[in-house]
C-alpha cells in the first residue's frame, strides 16, 4: 500500500512539474509577444527638415520660419549676430551681402538651410546719408570728378554715387563694358576705348550720355542719349543702335551741395538692356563730364571734358573695375 502511494504521489510531482514549466514557458512566449509588438508599434521621431522664407524692409529682415519636426532653432545673421527665436526680426546696420543660417533641431539630429541676403537700403531721393557705409572705388578722378560709389542688387540694378566740385554740372558720358572679365579674352565686343592704356581691354557696351542730376549748367540738348554699340569686335564709335530709353531705366536725384561741392545718386534697372548684352560677374565703366557750365560757349559740346573718373591718358590708368556684390561666381 505504501508503494502504491509514493507511485501515485511521484505521478502527481511530475505531472505537477510539467504543468509548471508549461504555464512559465506560456508566460514567457506571451511577454516576449507582448515585447516583440510593442517594439513594432513605437513612434520613431522624425529628422528635423529647416527651411524659411524673408521679408525685407530697407535694412530690416523678417524670418518666417517654415522648418518642420524641430524642437529648437538657432539663427546666425552673419554679421556678429545671432537668435534662437522661432521666426526673428533683424536689422543690419550696413549694406552688403550676408549668408544667413538656420540650424533646426531636435533629438534625432540637427538640419542647417542657407540663404543669401542682400541688403540694399539705397533710394534715390536725394537722401545722399543711405551711401555712407558704402565705400568709394579706390580710384582718382580729375577736374571736375572727385569720388565715385558703386552698389548693386544682383544683376539687376546697379546703384551710382558721383561727388564733385562746385563746377560738376552732372551732364555725363557714362561708359558701361559688362562682359569684361579679368583676362580680356572674352571683353572683344564693343566699341574699344583707348583712353585707359593699362586696360586690357575697355570694349563698352553701353554709352548714356545725360544730365544725371538737376540741370545746373547750359543745355541744349533734350533728355537723355542711350546708345548700345554693336556686339561685334573693335567696333567704331558710331556703329550702335540708339533704342528709346524707357523712363523706368534710369532713377536720378537732383544735385546736393555736400561740402565745397556737388553730388548725386542714379541707378541703372539692368533688366532692360536688349537681351545680346551678357552681363558677366565683373564690369569696367568709366565717367566723362562735359564742360557745359553756365558761362561755356554755345558750342561747348565741341569744347572738351572738365572732368573724368578715373584719370585717363595716364600709363598707370585703368576704368573703374567693379565685381557685383551677392553673385554666384
Known amino acids: 500500500m505504501e508503494k502504491k502511494y509514493k507511485q501515485f504521489k511521484s505521478s502527481i510531482m ?69 537668435s534662437s527665436e522661432e521666426s526673428p526680426s533683424h536689422t543690419y ?22 540663404s543669401v541676403l542682400e541688403i540694399i537700403n539705397i ?9 555712407d557705409d558704402v565705400i568709394a572705388i579706390a580710384s582718382i578722378g580729375t577736374g571736375s570728378l572727385t569720388s565715385v560709389k558703386i552698389d548693386n542688387l544682383s544683376k539687376d540694378k546697379l546703384f551710382v554715387y558721383i561727388e564733385g566740385t562746385a563746377d560738376m554740372t ?22 574699344i576705348a583707348s583712353v585707359y592704356p593699362k586696360a586690357v581691354k575697355v570694349g563698352c557696351d553701353v554709352l548714356f550720355e545725360g544730365f544725371f542730376g538737376n540741370e545746373n549748367a547750359r543745355n541744349e540738348l533734350s533728355g537723355m542719349f542711350y546708345g548700345v554699340f554693336l556686339a561685334d569686335a573693335d567696333v567704331d564709335f558710331g556703329a550702335r543702335d540708339e533704342p528709346t530709353l524707357d523712363p523706368n531705366m534710369i532713377a536720378f536725384s537732383d544735385m546736393q551741395a555736400v561740402g565745397s ?63 557685383f556684390k551677392g553673385v554666384d561666381n
Open 261 to 323: 561741392g556737388f553730388a548725386l545718386e542714379f541707378s541703372i534697372d539692368l533688366s532692360f538692356l536688349p537681351d545680346r548684352i551678357t552681363v558677366n560677374d565683373e564690369m569696367q565703366l568709366f565717367i566723362d563730364e562735359w564742360d557745359n557750365k553756365a558761362d561755356a560757349p554755345a558750342d561747348w559740346w565741341a569744347g572738351g571734358f572738365s572732368g573724368h573718373f578715373p584719370e585717363q591718358d595716364n600709363e598707370e590708368s585703368l576704368p573703374i573695375r567693379y565685381e
Open 93 to 114: 546696420e550696413s549694406n552688403g551681402t550676408y549668408l544667413v543660417e538656420l540650424t533646426a533641431t531636435n533629438k534625432t539630429g540637427s538640419e542647417t538651410k542657407s
Open 170 to 191: 552732372s551732364f555725363f558720358d557714362l561708359y558701361l563694358d559688362f562682359d569684361f572679365d579679368a583676362t580680356g579674352e572674352s571683353d572683344t565686343t564693343g566699341y
Open 14 to 82: 511530475k505531472k505537477n512539474s510539467f504543468v509548471q514549466a508549461t504555464l512559465l514557458s506560456a508566460t514567457f512566449c506571451a511577454i516576449m509577444l507582448f515585447s516583440s509588438c510593442g517594439d513594432d508599434s513605437e513612434e520613431t521621431t522624425p529628422a528635423p527638415t529647416a527651411d524659411f522664407t524673408v521679408t525685407i524692409d530697407g535694412k530690416t529682415v523678417a524670418f518666417t520660419n517654415t522648418s518642420a519636426d524641430a524642437e529648437s532653432y538657432s539663427w546666425d545673421f552673419n554679421d556678429g549676430n545671432t
Open 123 to 131: 533710394n534715390i531721393d536725394g537722401d545722399l546719408s543711405d551711401w
